[in-house]
């Protein structure tokens, strides 16, 4: 589970293509960052939250049952569509150290508009 390095200049960097992506809001969501002493590595997901009333392009970042926070706005708008490529969810590694969180995400992502979803076919005849 090495996927996060931490570099005592630069802060937290990943290998095998992923890069870190901060987690916010986690203090509407129980605030478990604050509360950690050390550096856990944990399995999470990313889900797409298209109806997000506050923000159509919401990320949320999910462990087990429980809603961490969010990508940041920026970073939501340009990771929401490869998410919602996969089927609106994706497995992810998210790095949770005192008063800060990190989800790994694929660095093409974040520099790569996602392709366009193929359109719906709806058969090969028309009726007439």
């Known amino acids: 589970m090495e996927h996060f390095v931490k ?43 298209p109806g997000n009333k506050h923000d159509p392009n919401a990320v949320a970042v999910i462990r087990g049952n429980r809603k961490l926070g969010y990508l940041s706005r920026g970073r939501a708008a340009q990771i929401q569509p490869w998410v919602n490529l996969q089927g609106g969810t994706y497995p992810v590694y998210l790095l949770a150290t005192p008063g800060h969180g990190y989800v790994g995400v694929p660095t093409v992502w974040c520099k790569t508009p996602a392709p366009a979803p193929e359109p719906q076919r709806r058969g090969l005849f028309r009726r007439r």
């Not at 992506?21 to 509360?35: C, D, K, P, S």
């Open 7 to 49: 570099h005592p200049e630069f802060g937290y960097h990943t290998i095998d293509g992923i890069t870190p992506v901060n987690i916010v809001g986690n203090e509407y969501h129980g605030n478990t960052f604050a509360r950690l002493k050390t550096e856990r590595v944990h399995v999470g997901q990313l889900v797409s939250e």
